[in-house]
C-alpha cells in the first residue's frame, strides 16, 4: 500500500474532534456573548434607574425652591456616577444646567426624564437628559466577552488533549502495533505472538477482536503449512519410491529379477575403469543354456521360463553377494560379472555355476526338467574395451558349444 496517502486513524479523529470542538467553542462563546451583552446592560439600565430614581425627586425639590446652586451640585453629583458621562437638565423656566463630557450628546442616543413637581400636580418642572459612559459600559462587555472566551478556549484545549491523549493511547498505538506486525508477518516467523501492550480491561474492544482473529489466522496459515509440508514430504517419498521402483524397472529383467543389458552398458564401463586404475582383476563368465530350444518345445514356453528363472537363481546363489552381479543378456544367456577376480578364480566360480545348473529343475506341475549350461570366461586385460572383453568371453561360450556343451572354457 501507498505511504505517501498515509494518515494515522488516530491523527485523523483528533483533528477531527479540535475542529469541532473549537467550532462549538465558537459558538458557545457568542452565545454567552449576547447573553453577557444582555446582563452587561440591563445592569447598566437597573444603575441608572437607581441613580434617577434617587436624584429626581432632590432636583424637583431643587427647582421648585429655585435653589440654583442646589441644582446645579445635584447635576454634578449624577454625572459623578463612573456610569454616566453626561447630564443635562432643561428647567421649564428656560434654565439649563449640564456636567460631564458633552461631545457624549452627538455620540450616543440620551435618556430623558421628565422632573415632576414635588407634589406631582401640574406640568413638568424641566427634562433631565443623561448620556451613559460608553468606555465604562464597553469594558465591562469586553471583559465579560473575554472571560468567556478564554474559559471555553481553555476547556476546549483540555478536552482535546485528554482526547488526543486517550486516542493516542488507546487506538493509535495498538493500530500502529498491529500495522508494524502485519507489515513484518513472513512465512518463517508465523508464530511469532502480536504483542499490542496494552493496560488491562474488564472488556475487550475491537482492538482485541482483530488481534484476537490475527492470532486465529496465523495459527491456521501454520496448521496449512505443517499440513503441506507433510504432503510435501510424503509425497516427495512417494516420488522417490516410484523413481526406484522405476529405476529398478529400468535395469531389471522382468522374467528372472536378473540385471539386464542396459544395466550392463552402463555399469560395466566403470567397473573396467576400476579395474583399469587400481589394477585390480576382473572377470565375465557368459552362461548359456544348452538345448534350450527343445525344453520350450517338449515343455511348453512358461516351462522354459520357469527354468529360466531356476537359472538365474542358482547363478546368484552361487555368487559373492553385493560384489558379483548377473545380467540377462538375452534369451536363455546369462553374463556374470565377477569383480576382483582373477581367471582362476573365474573359472573355479564358472564352474560351480555349471554343476549348480546341471542339476535336474523341479517345475510347478512336478514335471522334472534336465538342463545344462556351457560357460566362456575372460579375465580382463590392462587397456582392454567392454566390446573386446565381452567379445572374448563369448568366444570361450562358443567353444564350450563346440565342445560339447555342459563345460567351462576360459
Ligand atoms: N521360455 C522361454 N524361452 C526363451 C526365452 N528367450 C529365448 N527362449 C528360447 O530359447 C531358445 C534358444 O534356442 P537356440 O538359440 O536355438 O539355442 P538352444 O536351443 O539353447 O541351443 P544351444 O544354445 O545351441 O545349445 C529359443 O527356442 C527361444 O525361443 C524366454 O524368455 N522364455
Redesign the pocket.
Known amino acids: 500500500m501507498k505511504t505517501a496517502n498515509y494518515r494515522p486513524l488516530a491523527h485523523v479523529l483528533i483533528r477531527r474532534i479540535v475542529l469541532l470542538a473549537t467550532a462549538c467553542a465558537l459558538l458557545l462563546s457568542v452565545v454567552q456573548g449576547v447573553l453577557t451583552y444582555r446582563q452587561v446592560q440591563q445592569r447598566f439600565e437597573a444603575t441608572l434607574q437607581d441613580i434617577v430614581s434617587s436624584n429626581l425627586p432632590m432636583l424637583s425639590v431643587g427647582i421648585w425652591d429655585i435653589e440654583t446652586e442646589a441644582v446645579r451640585r445635584q447635576v454634578e453629583t449624577i454625572v459623578a456616577k463612573p456610569e454616566i458621562g453626561y447630564a443635562r437638565l432643561n428647567v421649564a423656566t428656560g434654565q439649563v444646567f449640564e456636567a460631564g463630557d458633552a461631545a457624549l450628546l452627538r455620540a450616543q442616543p440620551l435618556r430623558r426624564f421628565e422632573i415632576p413637581p414635588p407634589n406631582n400636580r401640574g406640568e413638568p418642572l424641566g427634562t433631565l437628559l443623561i448620556a451613559v459612559q460608553p468606555a465604562l459600559l464597553y469594558q465591562a462587555l469586553t471583559q465579560a466577552l473575554l472571560a468567556v472566551f478564554i474559559g471555553y478556549l481553555l476547556l476546549t484545549l483540555l478536552i482535546c488533549s485528554l482526547v488526543a491523549y486517550v486516542l493516542r493511547r488507546e487506538v493509535e498505538r495498538p493500530l500502529r502495533g498491529m500495522a508494524d506486525f502485519a507489515s513484518r508477518l513472513a512465512p518463517s516467523s508465523l508464530t511469532a505472538p502480536l504483542q499490542l501492550s496494552r493496560p488491562a480491561r474488564p472488556h475487550h474492544d475491537e482492538i482485541d477482536l482483530v488481534a484476537h482473529g490475527f492470532a486465529t489466522l496465523q495459527a491456521a496459515i501454520s496448521r496449512h503449512i505443517d499440513t503441506l509440508d507433510q504432503q510435501v514430504e510424503e509425497r516427495t517419498r512417494q516420488l522417490d519410491a516410484a523413481l526406484s521402483d522405476i529405476r529398478e524397472l529400468s535395469i531389471r529383467d522382468g522374467?528372472t529379477g536378473c540385471y539386464n543389458r542396459a544395466l550392463l552398458s552402463e555399469r560395466l564401463p566403470s567397473e573396467l575403469e576400476r579395474a583399469q586404475r587400481y589394477r585390480r582383476p576382473l572377470a565375465v563368465v557368459f552362461c548359456?543354456?544348452?538345448?534350450?530350444?527343445?525344453v520350450?518345445d517338449r515343455f511348453g514356453?512358461l516351462a522354459?521360463?520357469e527354468v529360466?528363472r531356476a537359472i538365474a537363481q542358482r547363478i546368484s546363489s552361487q555368487l559373492r553377494q553385493d560384489i558379483d552381479w548377473v545380467v540377462r543378456f538375452g534369451?536363455?544367456e546369462f553374463v556374470i560379472v565377477l569383480p576382483e577376480t582373477d581367471l582362476a578364480a573365474a573359472l573355479v566360480t564358472a564352474e560351480r555355476l555349471r554343476a549348480a545348473i546341471s542339476t535336474s529343475v523341479i517345475l510347478a506341475d512336478g514335471r522334472t526338467v534336465q538342463i545344462t549350461a556351457s560357460l566362456g570366461v575372460a579375465a580382463f586385460q590392462s587397456g582392454e574395451d567392454v566390446e573386446s572383453l565381452l567379445n572374448r568371453a563369448d568366444t570361450q561360450l562358443y567353444l564350450a558349444?563346440q565342445g560339447g556343451?555342459n563345460r567351462v572354457m576360459g
Not at 288 to 294: G, I
Open positions: 522374467l548359456d543354456a544348452d538345448h534350450f530350444k527343445p520350450n514356453h522354459g521360463d529360466l534369451g536363455e558349444k556343451r
